[in-house]
């Protein structure tokens, strides 16, 4: 069975939750294994690493539609969902996460 739109961008939101934790709290977010007493031991450049591969996810996601009337893609590109814009804001926060942490 085909994933929903709505399934899809729920799934997305993951992204969204890692990006803006890391972006909050920096090494200390527990995606990249910090906590609130201490950093984590990963490089700056394997944090980045992660907000990428997460921005790539919500891009691709918010790029999904049917090719035509037999692919049962979901049409994200066609919905005017609000967790498209959750997941926008999401691509948003992790390049500007990047562009500072460079």
């Keep these: 069975m085909a994933q929903t739109v709505a399934e899809c961008l729920t799934a997305a939101e993951d992204s969204v939750t890692l990006i ?3 972006n909050t709290n920096g090494k200390k977010s527990v995606y990249v294994g910090g906590s609130a007493e201490a950093d984590t031991t990963w490089t700056q450049a ?35 969902s609000s967790k498209k814009t959750t997941c926008s804001g999401g691509v948003t926060t992790g390049k500007a996460y990047i562009s500072a942490n460079s």
């Design 20 to 22: 803006n934790d890391i």
């Design 46 to 80: 394997e944090i980045n690493e992660m907000v990428q591969r997460n921005v790539d996810h919500l891009e691709t996601i918010l790029l999904y539609e049917p090719v035509d009337s037999d692919d049962d893609t979901p049409n994200v590109v066609g919905s005017s």
